[in-house]
């Protein structure tokens, strides 16, 4: 309910109209009937003769006068409740973040210039300071006490309406305080309720009022709602941003999608504008050419016809520093095509170690690739220790007994508590069936035995089916899928796989496994009604497998010009992906993809042991670098509620990239390099999030201002703040009496009745 200065009517209404000399309104009506009953004896006999309704006219007339005079002479009065000028404080929070800068308003007048307009240039405050103790506040996330407009910057990064109502509360504790004013445009992006303070202040009564200012809904807009990218590369990955876009008023719209590294446009596409309200997501694919931490603008072609422009660019940081190789251990049964290229294919990526321990003959075996004089030196690893300094497994035509049944679960480990990765290429050894290694796979393995005629015998070469040539074909899954990318390009990579040579040869197995992902499959044979699978992965336990069921990818290299390297992406691209889940004995995790000026950055450093085991006894101190080139030194706390976790916070002040060092000092085992530090890099950003659903929340406001006792203005009407104010009861309210006897229309109406009365007399003849 909106109070105001109570009058005559509402008064009738509210029943607090009364006279002051104690005179009954039962009493008063008598005394009105009896005046005129004596006018009307005056006018029973005139001078001159009168028809009927002349005479009830000057009756009326007579009578209004002479009753208005009464009705003065009792002293008519209001009883109400009014505050106490000067005794209470009025606290006046102005919105101050971002979304008040947006220049929505009429002749383009921003939100925080028509506050202003309104509040310091138009008397709006001057008026409020005639009957309160006015303190002023900003507020965005937080809130601080300001002297004057000039202290407004509209900077703020987000808006917590709940933690300004809370910081006035503190602020003007103990004080009397007679109400809140609060200016907004209402977009509340802190994710608390502002509602339960407003109950709480209804409750102590003191109403909140609220002004909102801006329009309800933003007629043309298209902004960048989110991003999505991978923090961390490889060297020459392809990897993928998504961006959200959300819109209104440009539903079936082309607009251009651009991704910029400084000067130089990387990617860019058009894409058309799905319905509006509702955000849709677009890919686009980067290679990042430069090994140093990159930071990318993205930008949404501005439109004709958008105020907001803000939410058209954003940034984001990739990491494509070098980094230590990862390590893959393949074990490969005999000297075969297959091994050859596959080595080669690997040896130009710096990302990629490849340990091989080849068989060449009975007891024979051949090392490359290694790093010291014991590395593999009795083939298998024996312990986890050792197993467990590899990211990956390559198993090629290995026979089952190569392994005892303890190498067997420790690959089994590896893969799924380690996070490794392991990798069949070619034919399985049937021995295989019945061991942990054929858990791990995403695909069942079957006795030749049980497969049909035409299936068997494995790989071959000739006329078996089996064995003739056969183009690959790409499912659904592979086609978008990273791990097969020739090309960024949906159609050019299409069209590259449709150039790659024939495949010769293919392993049978049993069906697909539930959950695994078929990303190529023969174009011709089937087992059980499904296509033979040639590349399938899934994720197992902590880690991921796959299966590729031929042994002759190197004729994508042989038979191809030798400037090619699509046998070289496909194979580093597979065997990345299968090391990138296996865990680093120091990760760092942030909360947050991005962040923005004023954040709180909250810090995970996981640590283990030489055993890959959660490692409690660590002693950890985190170094930050911030855009200004300064350094701070922080410990990081042990979570006590997660193993191996350590914690740490702080905030941002500057926008830019911020480096991170991690030092770990740990009783569990030696100090290697990659044991002891890691580093990690994130951007700090302009935010998006004031200009996201950044029309006017009229309907918060309301039911703030509702909930605490208070009324809602539009800043056009705020001009009626002041007596809304005056007039609604607040804790500090007292009980008056408002004359009415001495009104100025009262005074008017008097003699406007008595001129009435004598003109008409005149025109009457009468004396």
């Known amino acids: 309910m909106q109070y105001t200065q109570p009058n005559f009517i509402t008064a009738l209404e509210d029943g607090t109209f009364s006279f002051a000399y104690g005179i009954s309104p039962y009493i ?37 006068v002479l009753i208005l005079i009464l009705f003065c002479l009792l002293r008519p009065v209001i009883t109400t409740l009014q505050i106490s000028p000067q005794e209470t404080y009025l606290g006046v929070l102005i919105d101050d973040s971002q979304s008040m800068s947006i220049e929505d308003l009429e002749n383009g007048e921003s939100r925080q210039s028509a506050v202003q307009r309104a509040l310091f240039e138009n008397g709006l405050l001057e008026e409020l300071s005639e009957s309160f103790q006015v303190r002023i506040f900003r507020f965005d996330k937080e809130a601080q006490r300001i002297a004057g407009s000039e202290e407004l910057n509209e900077e703020g990064t987000s808006s917590s309406l709940l933690q300004a109502l809370e910081y006035v509360d503190d602020q003007l504790s103990g004080l009397p305080l007679g109400g809140l004013v609060l200016i907004s445009d209402g977009a509340d992006n802190s994710d608390t309720d502002p509602l339960v303070k407003a109950q709480e202040f209804g409750a102590r009564q003191v109403p909140v009022f609220t002004i909102g200012v801006g329009q309800e809904d933003i007629p043309q807009d298209v902004g960048i709602v989110d991003v999505s990218a991978a923090k961390t590369v490889l060297a020459g990955s392809v990897f993928s941003i998504q961006v959200a876009i959300n819109h209104k008023g440009y539903e079936g719209q082309e607009i251009e999608i651009s991704v910029m590294d400084g000067d130089n446009e990387v990617v860019s596409d058009i894409v058309t504008l799905g319905p509006e309200g509702v955000a849709r997501r677009y890919d686009l694919e980067i290679t990042p050419q430069r090994p140093e931490l990159i930071v990318y603008d993205l930008n949404v072609e501005l439109q004709q016809g958008e105020i907001i422009h803000e939410n058209n660019s954003y940034s984001f940081l990739v990491d494509n520093t070098e980094k230590e190789a990862l390590d893959v251990l393949y074990i490969e049964g005999h000297p ?109 393995l079957v006795e030749e035995g049980f497969l049909p005629a035409h299936l068997r015998g494995g790989i071959r070469r000739g006329d078996h089916p089996t064995g003739e040539l056969y183009y690959p074909r790409l499912t659904n899954s592979g086609e978008f899928s990273p791990l097969l990318r020739l090309s960024a390009d949906d159609s050019e990579n299409l069209a590259l796989w449709r150039q790659l040579p024939e ?18 499959e023969h174009p011709l044979l089937q087992y059980q009604n499904q296509a033979l ?28 010009p030798s400037v090619d390297e699509s046998h070289e992406i496909l194979w580093r691209q597979l065997l990345r992906w299968l090391t990138v889940s296996a865990p680093e004995r120091i990760s760092i995790e942030f909360d947050r993809e991005f962040y923005n000026v004023g954040d709180v950055v909250n810090v995970k450093a996981t640590v283990l042991n030489d055993e890959y085991e959660a490692d409690n006894d ?36 500057d926008e830019g990239v911020y480096n991170l060092l991690v ?28 200009y ?33 104010i005056e007039f609604t009861p607040n804790a500090y309210s007292r009980e008056v009496q408002i004359d009415l006897w001495d009104r100025p229309w009262l005074l008017a109406l008097l003699i406007l009745l008595l001129c009435i009365d004598w003109i008409t007399r005149r025109i009457k003849g009468l004396s």
């Open 28 to 64: 008063f009506v008598l005394l009105v009937i009896l005046i005129t009953a004596c006018v009307w004896f005056t006018y029973y006999k005139t001078t001159r003769p009168l028809s009927t309704p002349w005479k009830t006219f000057f009756i009326g007339v007579r009578s209004s």
């Open 336 to 444: 075969r095509n297959e091994y050859k290229f596959i080595r080669r294919a690997v040896e130009g990526d710096s990302s990629l170690r490849m340990a091989t321990y080849l068989q060449t003959g009975p007891e024979k075996f051949y090392r490359q690739g290694i790093e010291s004089a014991t590395e593999l030196s009795g083939g298998f690893p024996e312990d986890r220790e050792a197993l467990y300094q590899y990211e990956a497994i390559v198993l090629g035509d290995i026979e089952s007994g190569f392994f005892d049944a303890d190498q067997l679960q420790m690959i089994e480990d590896f893969v799924a508590e380690r996070g490794g990765g392991l990798l069949m290429s070619g034919m399985v050894d049937e021995e295989f069936i019945g061991t942990p290694v054929a858990d791990i796979l995403p695909i069942t």
């Open 503 to 520: 495949l010769q040869g293919v392993f049978v197995t049993g069906r697909v496994k539930p959950g695994a992902t078929v990303l190529i």
């Open 533 to 560: 699978p040639i590349l399938v992965s899934q994720r197992y336990g902590s880690g991921r497998s796959m299966a590729i069921t031929t042994a002759s990818s190197w004729r994508w290299q042989m038979m191809l």
């Open 618 to 653: 660590a002693t950890l101190w985190m170094q930050t670098e911030d855009p200004l080139a300064q350094f701070t030194d922080t410990p990081m706390e042990w979570d006590i509620e997660e193993d191996g976790v350590y914690r740490s916070s702080f905030e941002v002040v």
């Open 663 to 690: 030092d770990v000092a740990s009783s569990a085992g030696e100090a290697s390099s990659s044991a002891s530090e890691k580093r990690a890099a994130f951007v700090v950003t302009p935010s998006l999030r004031e």
């Open 692 to 724: 996201t659903n950044a029309g006017l929340d009229k309907g918060l406001l309301g039911r703030i201002s509702e909930a605490s006792g208070g009324s809602y203005f539009d800043l056009e009407s705020a001009s009626a703040l002041s007596d809304a």
